[in-house]
């Protein structure tokens, strides 16, 4: 298996553009996590999905993120409008169980936001 | 807020010596995990010790697990410059989604 797999490695936009970050799990498994990694605030979960159902959004930060998992092996993360503190790196992961069992990450895509 | 805080924040040894990074966690957990982070890749998955575990080990890797203290320690023995890479703990809550939260990580430096 190729792992998880996310696109665009890398993302430069201008602010208020719409942002579409993508992600392919790793076959198989039924859980799928959008984390957010910056240096003032670590790893940051923004949302966890069973199964392609949402169960745990408390972590998107407002309005402006969303998230969705139309099949078990693609799932977006969309930004619109984008601002400056949203540069990040977003990472994607999937598991067979949830956190019962180890989640394996894609490379993540960095966001740069001007 | 994070669940887990490894300890230190920063770590520099020689190459030879042993690392260890602890992880200190809040509330009941299932499991906890650690993570390895090369510098701009993704994180790894090293080992997972369940609650009812005490140790594991892992080639040279040794986790040990306290839920007395809500505790962990990861040990990396004869480490090596290519161990260089920030180690985070991700812990399971019990009786929730078993969502792993992740620490800030422990940036280890290994001096060849």
């Known amino acids: 298996d190729a792992g998880v797999i996310q696109s665009p490695r890398h993302e430069v936009t201008e602010m208020g553009q719409e942002v579409t970050l993508r992600c392919k799990p790793i076959s198989g498994h039924n859980s799928l996590f959008w984390y957010r990694q910056t240096m003032m605030r670590g790893l940051e979960l923004l949302i966890y999905?069973?199964?392609?159902?949402?169960?745990?959004d408390s972590g998107m930060p407002e309005d402006r993120f969303s998230a969705k998992m139309p099949n078990a092996s693609f799932s977006t993360l969309k930004i619109q409008p984008s601002e400056p503190r949203d540069s990040a790196v977003y990472f994607c992961?999937?598991?067979?169980?949830?956190?019962?069992?180890?989640?394996?990450f894609g490379q993540g895509t960095r966001l740069t936001v001007v | 807020s994070q669940q887990g805080e490894e300890d230190p924040q920063a770590l520099s040894i020689q190459e030879g010596e042993n690392a260890t990074m602890n992880c200190s966690y809040k509330?009941?957990?299932?499991?906890l995990q650690w993570y390895r982070q090369n510098s701009g890749r993704g994180l790894v998955h090293l080992i997972l010790i369940r609650s009812n575990e005490r140790e594991k080990h892992s080639g040279r890797l040794r986790v040990t697990l306290d839920t007395s203290k809500k505790s962990s320690s990861l040990l990396i023995t004869a480490s090596r410059a290519a161990d260089t890479a920030s180690y985070f703990c991700?812990?399971?809550?019990?009786?929730?989604?078993?969502?792993?939260?992740f620490g800030r990580g422990t940036s280890l430096i290994v001096h060849p």
């Open positions: 999905f069973n199964n392609n159902v949402p169960i745990d």
């Open positions: 509330t009941s957990i299932n499991n």
């Open positions: 991700a812990t399971a809550l019990s009786g929730g989604s078993y969502i792993p939260t």
């Open positions: 992961a999937s598991s067979l169980t949830g956190g019962r069992t180890e989640a394996f």
